[in-house]
């Protein structure tokens, strides 16, 4: 029989927490009569985590886990949880009790019964630090601008997935914050959101430090860039160098003419190619073109070399036999 749901949880040192979360995920799901399993991704603990997840899973068979041996991040954990999840919708959680488990009843219904491809959890009343609050407020406003997605929040570590979903994303360095966007490029718009309670962290601190200010933008960034020009970068790199190098080559020629219209038409010595703005116009604008031509060939060759060039979302075939093999190569 398919299992519901799976919960997905990455965590880091979290041990304090993970009864609890455990026991309240349990005593909803079963409430509800959902069939589930919690995956928890130990993201390389130094605390006693693990020995925590050793000991529920031998009172719960549906507690598996995994076990990093060092910490690679929270989108690394996700991505390796999302590969073993088998539920029919999958979810992804926060251990450190800040996201409800009262929430996922719901969730799963707007995914099973209204066919949203992900359900993305809304805090829209939250608990973190001051700080935290108003960057999130600005970089929520630039990603649903950038990628035209309406969602008020977008790193809420509570979600819901099909798992068709999951299975055709790929996430990885920081890129766990921008789990939409990525969903979306790959063909899955069909995204909701739900208001979900927040609350403050229980135990221990947060995990991620001030470099997500930086990180945050730059991965938003390479997202947009990947969705968009990932399997043809000549079209960006070529237009940008074309433009520049037209622009250099004509300043260059300005030169040229007005460096005769003195000798030959005003029959007075002309002013030092050096002293005209076109010179260093020309300069800059051809230098800047042919490198951004340079860096589109190179671009060209290294998508060229990926395995994975040709592989599309099919969502579904009409009449090609199960033995016919092109879904290996291309999806
Ligand atoms: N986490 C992780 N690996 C990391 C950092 C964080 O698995 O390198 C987990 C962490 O244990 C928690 C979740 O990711 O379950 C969210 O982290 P945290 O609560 O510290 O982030 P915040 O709520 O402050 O955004
Ligand atoms: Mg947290």
């Known amino acids: 029989m398919n299992l519901d749901i799976s919960v997905v949880i990455p965590l880091l040192n979290e041990a304090e927490s993970l009864p609890e979360l455990s026991a309240w995920i349990d005593r909803v799901l079963t409430q509800h009569q959902l069939s589930y399993e919690i995956v928890y991704v130990d993201d390389g603990s130094t605390d006693n985590s693990w020995e925590v997840i050793q000991q529920l899973s031998a009172q719960n068979s549906a507690i598996k886990a995994i076990k990093f041996r060092k910490n690679y991040g929270k989108s690394a954990g996700l991505s390796v949880?999302?590969?073993?999840?088998?539920?029919?919708?999958?979810?992804?959680?926060?251990?450190?009790?800040?996201?409800?488990?009262?929430?996922l009843p719901e969730m799963y219904r707007?995914?099973?019964?209204?066919?949203?491809?992900?359900?993305?959890?809304?805090?829209?009343?939250?608990?973190?630090?001051?700080?935290?609050?108003?960057?999130?407020?600005?970089?929520n406003f630039v990603t649903r601008k950038m990628s035209g997605i309406n969602l008020n929040g977008f790193n809420c570590g509570l979600k819901a997935y099909k798992n068709t979903v999951v299975k055709n994303i790929e996430v990885y360095g920081e890129m766990h914050r921008y789990l939409p966007v990525i969903a979306n490029n790959a063909g899955f718009s069909k995204i909701g959101q739900k208001v979900v309670k927040h609350q403050a962290r229980k135990h221990g601190e947060s995990k991620f430090?001030?470099?997500?200010?930086?990180?945050?933008?730059?991965?938003?960034?390479?997202?947009?860039?990947?969705?968009?020009?990932?399997?043809?970068?000549?079209?960006?790199?070529?237009?940008?160098?074309?433009?520049?190098f037209v622009l250099g080559f004509f300043s260059a020629i300005m030169i040229g003419v007005s460096k005769l219209y003195?000798?030959?038409?005003?029959?007075?010595?002309?002013?030092?190619v050096t002293e005209s703005p076109y010179f260093y116009i020309a300069l800059t604008c051809m230098m800047m073109g042919t490198q951004l031509f340079l860096a589109g060939f190179l671009a060209e060759l290294v998508a060229r070399n990926n395995p994975r060039r040709n592989s599309y979302g099919i969502e579904t075939d009409i009449g090609l036999e199960e033995d016919n093999h092109f879904k290996e190569k291309y999806t």
């Open 262 to 272: 003195y000798l030959n038409i005003l029959n007075q010595s002309a002013p030092l």
């Open 81 to 103: 949880g999302f590969a073993a999840a088998t539920g029919n919708v999958v979810f992804t959680m926060d251990a450190d009790l800040q996201d409800s488990p009262d929430e």
């Open 209 to 244: 430090g001030s470099a997500r200010f930086i990180r945050g933008p730059l991965d938003l960034l390479s997202i947009m860039f990947v969705g968009r020009f990932g399997k043809r970068p000549m079209h960006l790199f070529g237009l940008w160098g074309g433009i520049l």
């Open 110 to 139: 707007m995914v099973i019964e209204d066919d949203y491809d992900l359900v993305s959890g809304w805090k829209q009343k939250r608990f973190d630090s001051f700080i935290k609050n108003n960057t999130s407020k600005i970089y």
